[in-house]
């Protein structure tokens, strides 16, 4: 007697794209911004796993500049790193909104819905690896409580 | 209902352990097109087909609540459920049935003894527990101690995985621990304790000690009179039988002492509004209806184990802890945590580059299921300085193939993420 089938996907090839595994290895916006408009951490206690998140806003109140400072899996790390190059240049309503359409293909695996998702396509065969999905997600709490410390009461540039 | 034959006799062409693969249906199963290759058995064992009957017996045809009943059906599942209690007590070689009491699981004891034990200790007593504990022997110790006024002490381990003695001795020197609180093998490092020796130690200094055995349990044979401990706890999911039942040994003379932990039906002996007296032991930390089928379900992972016999499990896992230890050490960039010399088939490792989470989803695919995390042990992954590890450890259904595969899908997964 057989029970439920999982997937027989190949996660070396369809999770860890090349991508992923070089902005693991690798990242392009690693590290802490000194001073800074906004910072937060995000933690995730069943992996240890740890992500803080600083930004620096333009004149128009968008990201400027974003950066991550992250011990965690290649997943983890990849999202934070290209999150934090996809919202430079957009404002939190668009963050927010880009975050929701994240989410949403992280759930469903639609590739329908990632088109305009750019570089995030990528973690779309995230959905069938379920108990992975907030290695993804944890970098973008602590990126929309950065955007809140920025745009707080008593906010303004501060040396985290 | 019947007897229930312990051990399946060896399909042609398989022999010892090999054979008893065919006792756990579970083991047939497919993961993401591949055999199932179970190496999480410290998180929760499988389940022999012996075990499943005997729980779907009980509720096909030989079920109702029990210590109540005067009818057939009462009094026959009384005397299962209560049969039970004599097999843990001969499991553990306890002096009597009357101080093995069934709880919830190890959590479920250790939160009755630091409750009723608890109130036992005196405001400025200490109780000593180590840094290789399971939350579940942290967390309710710091929830006396906040309640109580009792110190929490906690003694060092080294870097080997060892418990520090001289250390705890230290603890203890000052003669204020009314109890030593440790595991007796750690779920993490798989380091098995000198607990006879602890217990000297202990009681040298005018503390009791509990023992955490679910992990101990599984893979040797416990003598609580000859380790002189004073507790002993366990729980029955890590020992092939079901989820939901666990035990608390303690010493009658202690055991008297202390006052229940939750108060209902079953526990008492007569109830008005002015006052209750409480029944005598066991029944008196047994609160409502128990794990009728569940305590069931453990007499016949008992009787399982115990009809291999401990001495050749223990060899068995001894076999396979080497083999593995060999076959992973030769991973290039892979560290194992710990290396006690006395240890059992649980084997936590790290491996350069690659994070323990990505590690166990890359196996998962190839239907090797392993932990990953912390393994409920936040301060011992801080004392070893790691965030998460990866962690495979073995059953008695576990063979040297299946460690073969595991050591050969880590091989690749160094590759990838080199």
Partial sequence: MQGPQATTADPMSDLYQ???????????????????????????????????????????????????RTRGCAICTASADLMAESVEGLQRPAIASL?????????????GTTDSLGLLAAFRSLHEYRSRIRCATLPWTALLDAMSEAAGPGSGRKDT | MNEMSAVTLARPGLTGFEALRDDFPILSQTVHGKPLVFLDSAASAMKPAQVIDAMSDTMRTQYANVHRGLH??????????????????????????????????????????????????????????SEMEHHSNIVPWQMLRDRAGIELRVARVTDAGELD??????????????????????????????????????????????????????????????????????????LYGPSGIGVLWGRTSLLETMPPFLGGGDMISTVSFEESR???????????TPAIIEAIGLGAAIDYVQAIGFDALQAHEADLTAHALARLQAIEGLQVL???????????????????????????????????????????????????????????????????????????VRVFFA
């Fill in chain 1, 18 to 68: 090349q991508l992923i595994v070089e902005r693991a290895r690798a990242p392009h916006r690693a590290g802490v911004l000194e001073p800074a408009d906004g910072g937060a951490e995000g933690d995730n206690p069943f992996c240890g796993d740890r992500v803080q998140v600083t930004v620096r806003l333009g004149a128009d109140g968008g990201v400027a500049e974003s950066r991550h």
């Fill in chain 1, 99 to 111: 975050y929701e359409r994240f989410g949403a293909m992280l759930q469903s695996g639609e590739s």
């Fill in chain 2, 165 to 238: 003695l001289d250390h705890l001795a230290e603890l203890l020197a000052d003669g204020r621990a009314g109890l030593v609180a440790v595991t007796h093998m750690s779920n993490v490092l798989g380091t098995v304790t000198p607990a006879a020796g602890i217990a000297r130690l202990a009681h040298a200094h005018g503390a009791k000690l509990m023992l955490d055995g679910s992990q101990a349990v599984v893979h040797r044979a416990v003598d609580v009179q000859a380790l002189d401990a004073d507790f002993y706890v366990f729980t029955g999911h890590k």
């Fill in chain 2, 278 to 288: 409480w029944a005598e032991l066991p029944h008196r930390f047994e609160a409502g």
């Fill in chain 2, 72 to 129: 057939w059906m009462s009094e026959r599942t009384t005397d299962a459920y209560e049969g039970v209690r004599d097999k843990v007590a001969r499991l553990l070689n306890a002096p009597s049935r009357d101080e093995i009491i069934f709880t919830q699981n190890s959590t479920g004891a250790i939160n009755l003894l630091a409750h009723s034990f608890g109130a036992t200790l005196a405001r400025g007593q200490a109780v000593v527990i």
């Fill in chain 2, 338 to 412: 710990g290396h006690a010399a006395d240890r059992g088939g649980v084997i936590s490792f790290t491996l350069e580059n690659a994070h323990a989470h990505d590690i166990a989803t890359l196996l998962d695919r190839n239907g090797i299921a392993v932990r990953a995390g912390n393994h409920c042990a936040e301060p011992l992954m801080r004392r070893l300085g790691v965030n998460s590890t990866a962690r495979a450890s073995f059953g008695l259904y576990t063979t040297k193939r299946e460690i073969d595969l595991l050591a050969e899908t880590l091989e690749q």
